[in-house]
């Protein structure tokens, strides 16, 4: 997030652990989770103009994880920014699934303070964390800054992500650090992961790094590239079936 850190380094370093790594598919919403309903329809708009229900987030949630991610992954001349390329879609399904309701997490508690290298100590869903933390940045934003966050300038939304990153920017009830990593991760996480998990639109990302997908031989191009770079097109898992 710092202005000095250069994007295609840090992207290309994330890219290693989250290409590689493969997500849980999204499943239905469980049982009591405050999804969008029928009642309340969410949409993602994609490139090719054609619109997709949301499954979690409302309107305001994804307003503004859009503009974050502007700022974590804005577009430039080598890729496309993480919006562009479907993080937002990503979010969505992980936050309506598994991941979101906190299938392999540990949520039985005693909850105490621990330390930085015990990871994740809160006792919340991912779910239930964004949607407790949003609501909470968009409370301090509009004190500060009479805006909502999408509304503020990309250097002001970097100064105040660099703050809840810290923990300079203070929010209510949950530590602004912890939902900056996990926001970042899931923000890397759907810019490099399979398109089938609804980012990565196009395999953009990996045709940016020159990461191949889920091929699954090798033996047709050893003769062709031996002695010099390996290019070819990626391959999805959607491809496969």
Same mark, same amino acid.
């Given at each position: 997030?710092?202005?000095? *850190? +250069?994007?295609?380094?840090?992207?290309? /370093?994330?890219?290693? $652990?989250?290409? &590689?790594?493969?997500? #849980? %598919?999204?499943?239905?919403?469980?049982?009591?989770?405050?999804?969008?309903?029928?009642?309340?329809?969410?949409?993602?708009?994609?490139?090719?103009?054609?619109?997709?229900?949301?499954?979690?987030?409302?309107?305001?949630?994804?307003?503004?994880?859009?503009?974050?991610?502007?700022?974590?992954?804005?577009?430039?001349?080598?890729?496309?920014?993480?919006?562009?390329?479907?993080?937002?879609?990503?979010?969505?399904?992980?936050?309506?699934?598994?991941?979101?309701?906190?299938?392999?997490?540990? *949520? +039985?508690?005693?909850?105490?303070?621990? /330390?930085?290298?015990? $990871?994740?100590? &809160?006792?919340?869903? #991912? %779910?239930?964390?964004?949607?407790?933390?949003?609501?909470?940045?968009?409370?301090?934003?509009?004190?500060?800054?009479?805006?909502?966050?999408?509304?503020?300038?990309?250097?002001?939304?970097?100064?105040?992500?660099?703050?809840?990153?810290?923990?300079?920017?203070?929010?209510?009830?949950?530590?602004?650090?912890?939902?900056?990593?996990?926001?970042?991760?899931?923000?890397?996480?759907?810019?490099?992961?399979?398109?089938?998990?609804?980012?990565?639109?196009?395999?953009?990302?990996?045709?940016?790094?020159?990461?191949?997908?889920?091929?699954?031989?090798?033996?047709?191009?050893?003769?062709?590239?031996?002695?010099?770079?390996?290019?070819?097109?990626?391959?999805?898992?959607?491809?496969?079936?």
């Amino acid at each position: 997030m710092a202005a000095e *850190l +250069d994007r295609r380094d840090f992207l290309r /370093t994330a890219a290693i $652990g989250a290409a &590689l790594a493969a997500a #849980p %598919a999204a499943a239905a919403p469980p049982v009591g989770q405050e999804a969008a309903t029928a009642a309340h329809p969410h949409h993602l708009q994609h490139e090719s103009g054609v619109t997709e229900a949301r499954l979690f987030l409302t309107d305001p949630e994804a307003a503004f994880l859009s503009a974050v991610v502007e700022v974590l992954i804005p577009a430039d001349q080598t890729g496309p920014g993480g919006v562009e390329a479907g993080v937002i879609a990503y979010m969505d399904r992980q936050l309506a699934g598994a991941w979101g309701n906190g299938a392999r997490m540990y *949520l +039985d508690g005693p909850w105490s303070t621990g /330390t930085p290298q015990q $990871g994740y100590q &809160l006792p919340l869903t #991912p %779910a239930r964390l964004f949607r407790i933390a949003i609501p909470e940045v968009e409370k301090v934003v509009g004190a500060s800054d009479h805006k909502n966050f999408a509304e503020l300038t990309p250097a002001r939304r970097n100064e105040v992500l660099v703050g809840l990153d810290s923990g300079d920017v203070k929010l209510d009830t949950v530590p602004g650090p912890t939902f900056m990593a996990i926001l970042l991760s899931a923000a890397v996480e759907g810019y490099f992961s399979d398109p089938a998990y609804g980012g990565n639109r196009n395999m953009a990302a990996w045709r940016m790094i020159g990461f191949p997908g889920a091929r699954g031989a090798y033996a047709d191009d050893i003769v062709a590239s031996r002695g010099k770079p390996f290019r070819a097109d990626p391959v999805s898992l959607a491809d496969l079936q």
